[in-house]
Nanobody, 126 residues
Framework: QVQLVESGGGLVHPGESLRVSCAAS????????AGWFRQAPGKEREFVAA????????TYADSVKGRFTISRDNAKYTVYLQMNSLKPDDTAVYYCAARRRYDLGTAGSEDEYVFWGQGTQVTVSS
């Protein structure tokens, strides 16, 4: 069993940066690929980014490509999402998730993920 806890959300102005973190309990996360999803008010949850088990491969939604960076530190059992040039449209609850696969095949499919955090609110507003 893997428990995920997000942190680092908050209120920022457009154009600013923020880093959210996802801390995992147990060494099992070392074997799993991980992803970030987000859900804005009144919208369905959507894929943001994913990283493979060792951090060597990443994939992003088109809407965040070039602005967001996903990474992981397996020594700390933590996955990060660095968000730069934030826009009001990035406002959402951000969720960390993990799945029982090493690679990034179908990483954008929410159904692939079996472990989820509780979410952290990110608000981008002037």
């Amino acid at each position: 069993q893997v428990q995920l806890v997000e942190s680092g959300g908050g209120l920022v102005h457009p154009g600013e940066s923020l880093r959210v973190s996802c801390a995992a309990s147990g060494r099992t996360l070392l074997l799993y690929s991980a992803g970030w999803f987000r859900q804005a008010p009144g919208k369905e949850r959507e894929f943001v980014a994913a990283v493979n088990w060792n951090g060597g491969s990443t994939t992003y939604a088109d809407s965040v490509k070039g602005r967001f960076t996903i990474s992981r530190d397996n020594a700390k059992y933590t996955v990060y999402l660095q968000m730069n040039s934030l826009k009001p449209d990035d406002t959402a609850v951000y969720y960390c998730a993990a799945r029982r696969r090493y690679d990034l095949g179908t990483a954008g499919s929410e159904d692939e993920y079996v472990f989820w955090g509780q979410g952290t609110q990110v608000t981008v507003s002037s």
